[in-house]
């Protein structure tokens, strides 16, 4: 028997998990709880673990051996995993820091097909990790360091979290799916975090595509000036009964078609050289209005605003893998063609990593389909 004393319910799952892919013999209870069942206190309790076997379990790396592995479980990445998993080829998900994507920091989705009602994006993703479980599909949850893809298989070096020192688990794989997704870049202001510490997802969003709806009849202020803050500004006039694109230089980076197209819509106005220090409001309200700081006069004020989408470009999570393979300057990996194939034979990327113009959830779950299916047929004329 094993104790694990004193860890929160998410590191009690963690380690059950390493302990269930090491061994594949835990006491029946265990193996519910390593499957998320049973763990609804903050503290789990197993016993008979001294503290050097606890150490040894944090510090030992574990080799594990799987022909498919996909790294991040959002759309695309589980999406990938449904369809491996259905071809029995017993996927390994690796979650990342943020399990389920960026559509587990929204609330309602309303736009993905299948659900008239909508959805919550929490409760999306968790359908989509209950139907990769039903096939086989087993995760894990650690920070990949650094990969090798010189050669196959490939190996994969994991820790326990991004500011561990020891390599706890090395991972060799036939095939590698990529669908470490993108991050949205915020202001990093106070008020800007998710709810509750912050109005994030209570007015404060970064996809106007997602939220846009939400504001019908209500002034918003878009922040940014490139591309991404002008097709944002755009799309919300639908919506919105005025947008205030807030820019912290005096011109826009924009290409000129996009700046043209904003400077003629009666719905937009430009508040130049302003940065924004502070997103106000509360809980019970939302967003109630932005403080700002205008740069040329040095004047702090108020605006009122009901909503703040924060537009100052995306970041593909793809750091892992500059220098090995190939991507465009900003980090989205390029992919072959109509395939999801990298310049790496068996290494596939899929959804926001790969995919800078659609960014739909929808569309990255198309894509990991499409990766799962090149991983299969990839495998099938290797053997
Ligand atoms: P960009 O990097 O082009 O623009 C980012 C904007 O946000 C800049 O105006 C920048 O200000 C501002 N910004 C960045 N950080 C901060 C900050 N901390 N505080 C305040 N403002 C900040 O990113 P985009 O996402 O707009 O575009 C990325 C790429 O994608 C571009 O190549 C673009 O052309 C392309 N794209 C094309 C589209 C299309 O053609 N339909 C749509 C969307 C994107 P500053 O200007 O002062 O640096």
New binding site residues.
Partial sequence: MLELRGYYSSEARRMLRFLQLRERRLPAHAQGAANGEGIKNQFFFITNLNSIEREKLFFMSEEINRKVVILGSGPAGLTAAIYAARAELAPLVIEGPQPGGQLTITTDVENYPGFAEGITGPELMNEFRAQAERFGTEFLSVWIDRVDLSQRPFTLYGKASKDSREITTIIKVETLIISTGASA?W??VKGEEPAPAGLGGNGVSACATCDGFFFRGKPIVV?????????EANYLTRFASKVTVV???GE????RI?QERAFKNEKIEFLWNT??REILGDAARGVTGIQIYNNQNQKESVLPTEGVFV????QPNTELFKGLLEMDE?GYLKTEGRTMKTNIPGVFACGDAQD??YRQAITAAGTGCMAAIDAERFLSESE
């Fill in positions: 870049k202001l990093g922040a940014g000036g490139g591309d991404t803050a002008m097709e820019h912290r230089r826009l980076r924009a290409s996009m940065e924004i537009a100052i470009g995306h900003v800078d113009y």
